[in-house]
């Protein structure tokens, strides 16, 4: 760069002493002023929940190197300068900044309005698009879930805004279901609905202060098919679902009842009305 594209950029040549150490006080200020506001963002960030270190340090240094380049072009300012530049290259970087940023800002937003809001914390279980698992950890992009056979899975924040998501501990119980197929004329199925149901409710981990209950849905020639429903505590579905159904098979053998029990409830196309 040559003398006159300096002058030009300056805006005049002629700069005192004065003027370039009230530019040097500006930019050692800002650089103080930088050092201060990393540590309150820090800081604040620290508190809040659901903000990993990782996203914390990045913030913070991001606002740090805003507050230097702002008191640069002050000080630059000062000299003369044309802060036009300056706010032209400022404006591109915080576009391709915004732009390279875009996800893990919309994730961060998501983060925030899910610690704001509370529809999900730690040990819930829940169930978002094709997972279903325990809610881990929620920190600034994702929501990690551990799921029952083992996997651990990072649902970005963004989507459990957008997409449905079901909550099964909220409420503080669930309620399942076990379908009962059981040869026809050997109990009336009013007698059969009270066996059923007895035998579920003596089931540890079946909740008492709503009781099990059996649905008759269907009376046919040669079977009837019922639904055992009960509730449970949130986390214990698969073990008490899994005792249910050999509870409700021990029922039906010691009554000596051809019976088909299952927890994985069949679409009927799949069982020729004939069978169990």
Not at 34 to 43: D, E, L, N, Q, Y
Not at 72 to 98: E, H, K, R, T
């Amino acid at each position: 760069m040559d003398s006159g594209a300096v002058g030009d950029f300056f805006g005049s040549s002629d700069i005192s002493g004065w003027d370039l150490l009230i530019a040097t006080l500006v930019v050692v200020a800002g650089w103080v002023v930088s050092i201060f506001v990393k540590r309150g963002v820090t800081a604040l960030l620290t508190r809040t929940p659901g903000i990993s270190p990782g996203a914390t340090l990045l913030i913070a240094r991001i606002a740090k190197y805003v507050v230097i380049l702002l008191g640069i072009g002050i000080g630059l300012s000062f000299l003369g300068a044309s802060v036009q530049p300056l706010l032209a290259i400022a404006i591109i970087v915080g576009v391709v900044i915004a732009l390279a940023l875009r996800g893990v800002a919309d994730n961060f937003a998501a983060g925030v309005v899910l610690q704001s809001r509370h529809p999900i914390k730690p040990g819930d279980e829940i169930a978002t698009d094709d997972y279903v698992g325990t809610v881990l950890e929620l920190n600034g992009r994702t929501v990690i879930l551990r799921t029952a056979d083992g996997r651990t899975v990072h649902v970005p924040n963004g989507r459990l805004l957008q997409d449905p998501v079901v909550n099964h501990s909220q409420a503080g119980a669930r309620r399942s279901e076990v379908e009962v197929r059981v040869a026809a004329g050997v109990l009336p199925p009013e007698r059969l609905g009270e066996v059923l149901s007895a035998a579920a409710s003596a089931v540890d981990g079946v909740q008492t202060t709503e009781p099990a209950r059996t649905l008759i849905v269907s009376v046919e020639p040669r079977r009837v098919t019922a639904r055992v429903q009960y509730w449970h505590h949130p986390m214990r579905g698969v073990t008490v679902t899994s005792a249910v159904v050999t509870a409700l098979a021990a029922a039906c053998a010691e009554r000596r009842l051809p019976a088909s029990v299952t927890s994985a409830l069949p679409e009927p196309p799949l069982t020729p009305a004939g069978e169990l």
